[in-house]
């Protein structure tokens, strides 16, 4: 390893197999979660930050190290490297685990090392020897043909990550690919993120959003399938969940007002990365399906609970180390093992329930409030309004699927009017007609159409 590799390792920060450390206060706890885990290296003379605070390098601290890593259960193999005031500890991935030390078991997650609990240690036995999706090499994909550059070079930008070395180095710091028999691959969840044309090589990675009208999957008021990469994949499929749910409004005296989601995004970000990092890959018959219907919002995925569904919300095993990597990389996961808390957090702030399902799916469903007069909507929008449109606004926010008859009967006037003050409204970037006009909603939005 050069300076130049070193500062760009620096400036990538602490991840799954990469940590900082000044000291090797509780080193064994590191070297345990590493082996436990996919290996990794260990900077000694490294602030958390990234600061090289430096350590001295003396026989007898090498020493120490290697009886630490000896004192493990069962030992644990290191290889060190010095780098001017730097000591790097390479961490090889276990062949016999689960590793112990003396403060217990410990499993890399992310950025940081957890102590294992009974089920997950229980886990990791049952999993010895298996292969995990998203670390498996890809012998299809060609590199640099079917890669991406654009792609990887967003990544690097949401990433905070400057391209100062080659773009296989950067690939092989942020386990992405490696050389195997001369030849540079990258593994499945490289592909799944940069590839030109990911259908290619996973007809399993796609998000089928799907808008029903009623409660039964009868009626499709509008659907997308969304095919492209793992962060184009999860925007779209949130900006689907967007343009289908209700804003209310709150609105105090003639303060602005505030726009209140019927489900909390933060809540329905959640679902949907939960669903893409811990899917099942290995099974390529199903997707992942976000279905909205008029009471609920159900998120499925394939892949069973790691864990007995009682640990839910208590620990988390992903399923897919690396891509849980990559999202807490670009900051799209708070903390390790606490989206489904999060989830339960900000509904019950909201008022609204929300439920797990598991089997051989695990599916969140988020229960849609009923819809109300959104009179604090209708008052903040009809200053040049002559009353008909706010009686058309108002029996609108009462219910988004009344249709023009109605609206004629309700307000005493043809349907002829009805159609020339809707016209009015859609001109004013008021009022906005959803799905075709048997079967659609109706929406309304702010001025300019938002």
Known sequence: MDKKELNFILQEGEGLKLEFKESINKLDKELVAFANSEGGRIFLGVTDNGNIKGIKTTNKIKSEIQDIANNCDPKIKIKLEELENILIIHVEEGKDKPYKCKEGFYLRQGPNSQKMK????????????KVKFDEQLNKEFNFPKDFDKNKFKEFLRRSNISKVIPIKEILINLSFGESFNKRFMLNNSGVLLFAKNPEKFFRQNFITCVLFKGEEKVDIIDRKDFKNDLLRNYEDAFAFLKQHLRLEYEIKGYGPRKEIPEIPYEALREAII??????????DRFGIFVEIFDDRVE???????????????????????????????????????????????????????????????????FYRPKIDAVEGLVEGLVEGLVETQRKILSLISKNQKISKQELSERIGISTTAIDKNISKLKKKGLLKRIGPAKGGYWKIVERGGR
Request: aromatic content about 8%; glycine content about 6%; hydrophobic content about 40%.
């Open 274 to 283: 939960n669903s893409i990092i811990h899917r099942d890959y290995f099974e």
């Open 299 to 365: 998120i499925t995925n394939k892949g069973k609970l790691l864990f007995d569904r009682k640990e839910l919300g208590k620990i988390s095993i992903p399923r897919n180390p690396l891509l849980f990597d990559i999202f807490h990389r670009l900051n799209l996961i708070e903390k390790v093992g606490s989206g489904i808390n999060r989830i339960k957090n900000l509904v019950k702030q909201r008022g609204i329930k929300v439920k797990f399902e598991t089997n051989d799916f695990f599916r969140i469903i």
């Open 118 to 129: 009974r089920d997950e240690i229980v886990e990791l036995i049952r999993e010895v020897g």
